[in-house]
């Protein structure tokens, strides 16, 4: 009953054209040494041809992962600016990074508004910067502990995106993380049904605050201390379409969450 459930969701998926996509938040880890051992695992796969795969790498590695990746893995960067060129000591362009071939970048994540203090308006400019030069954006939202005590988790996630959409009318090459900072590599995972209730009322407000055709088409990741045992049951939920992943993406554990679907 509940394994024709979950085809039946993912029919309805495959229907709407959502491909699932799956992404790796390297953050500030990984030597020469470990992301060789990372890349080996990601060559031995096998990896789900079914879902995308993409790893947010630390910068000053972007050239030697898109160099020695294999073809069925897109690399990201972890943050870019808003800016072609100039005098912005300590950033990146995305003209830089579509000139060493980098197609994807990571913004708005959590630890980027938290601990660097990104603002929403920031993020939004970032975010239609990076794809009117050429880049797919990973925006990243989500809601504090406290937030959600509050009962606000709606509130901020709306904002959040309502923010990127007074900036961005093209969303085809946007995918959302979804990812509860309270979940963010606390070991303290959303539980599928609290995870699938965000997700299902972003893609309504998406519905009625962008358009019907992108709550359709939009793919929403979920983040969160997603594991090789708990991405199974999260990757079931309809609205669902991925996950970016911390800590496990670093393991091959990563394997085995890439293949959740299958
Ligand atoms: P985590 O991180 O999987 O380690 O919780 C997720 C993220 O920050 O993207």
Redesign the pocket.
Known sequence: MESSKSLNECKCRLAMGRKFVVGG?WKMNGTKQQINEILSFLKAGPLNPDTEVIVGVPAVYLDYVKTNSPANVEVAAQNCYKADKGAFTGELSPIMLKDIGVNWVILG?SERRQIFGESDELIAEKVAFALSNGLKVIACIGETLQEREAGKTEEVVFRQTQAIANKVKDWSNVVIAY?PVW???TGKTATPQQAQEVHKALREWIGKNISQDVANSIRIQY????TGTNCKELGSQADIDGF?????SLKPEFVTIVNARQ
Do not use: C, D
């Open positions: 938040n994540h990812e979940a963010i590599g983040g969160g201390s997603v970016l992943v911390g800590g496990a």
